[in-house]
């Protein structure tokens, strides 16, 4: 449709309009790693190597990657996070660091703690060891309800200045493509505007000249809102019913995998309330036993 389009004005208005390429940008990126020119293979190896190095403690591999200029992001579909690098080039981050969805976010949940203390232990087959429970309509009307709790106000894309920037740019743009006619006028306009604020008191605010004027006002001002935003995000999450709801979530999801037949009983009746605090008594006792055992 582009070639099309730039035929057209070529055979109306003469334009001399460049070709565009044949290949799509999908179809590029295909060649450049069946050529091995593409960067993914060298990202993808150099970020399981960073997960390794952190002892797989998904909050401090996401410090040290974004010292590295990645950055972790919520993806289109609900389940996916993606880690992009200063290029714009993105992964999706289950299958860098080699886990399930589901794992990653129980890690999101808990992302101070080794992977391997985090996420429940999964049914192997065996026949000493239960599968997990079936998710009941209390089950998932308790979770929905702990989401709109714990939904931070903004999402990750909102708090970035560079995507708050975006829908600015055509501003830009239009000063790039003005005549000579339509500068004499902003001069002229905000010319009046400065005899007005010197003569009458009248604040007016004067929108920038040249495009140089305009990327430096919109950096500033989108730096200044996602950085608002940010802060925004990390007080909600401390706030004390996020974290309370944080933690029932983490004690729903245990009860589904736990093999105390009490807290499986009161699961399956839909008794949330008494399964969480069964299994919250359950591992209460269970370092004090561990405590025990090491003292005899």
Sequence with gaps: MKQAAAHLKQAFWGEQVLLQATFTDAAHQTTKRRAGHSVLPAMRAELRQLWQETGCVLQTFVERAGERG????????????????????HLALHRVLRLRRQDLEEL???????????LPRR???????????????????????????IRPPWKRSDCRAELLARPYLHEVHKLESQTGEE????????????????????????????????????????????????????????MDGVQAALKQRRLLRSCLVSQNLAVR??????????????????KQTTPERGANKREM
């Design 108 to 118: 999101m949940d808990e992302q101070d703690r080794p992977m391997t203390a985090t």
């Design 183 to 238: 500068k004499l006028a902003a001069l002229l306009a905000a010319l009046i505007m400065r005899f007005l604020a010197i003569l009458f008191g009248v604040r007016v605010e004067i929108p920038p000249l040249t495009a140089q004027a305009a990327r430096q006002r919109i950096e500033e001002k989108t730096r200044e809102l996602a950085q608002a935003r940010q802060e925004a995000v990390r007080a909600h999450f401390e």
């Design 265 to 282: 009983q009161a699961m399956q009746a839909e008794q949330l309330e008494l399964a969480m605090t069964l299994l919250g008594k359950q």
């Design 123 to 149: 049914w192997s087959g065996r026949g000493e060891t239960l599968p997990p429970l079936p998710e009941t309509s209390a089950y998932q009307t308790s979770m929905k309800k702990l989401a709109d709790v």
């Design 70 to 89: 990645y950055l972790v992001t919520q993806g289109d579909k609900p389940g996916v996070w993606l880690i992009e690098n200063a290029e714009g080039y």
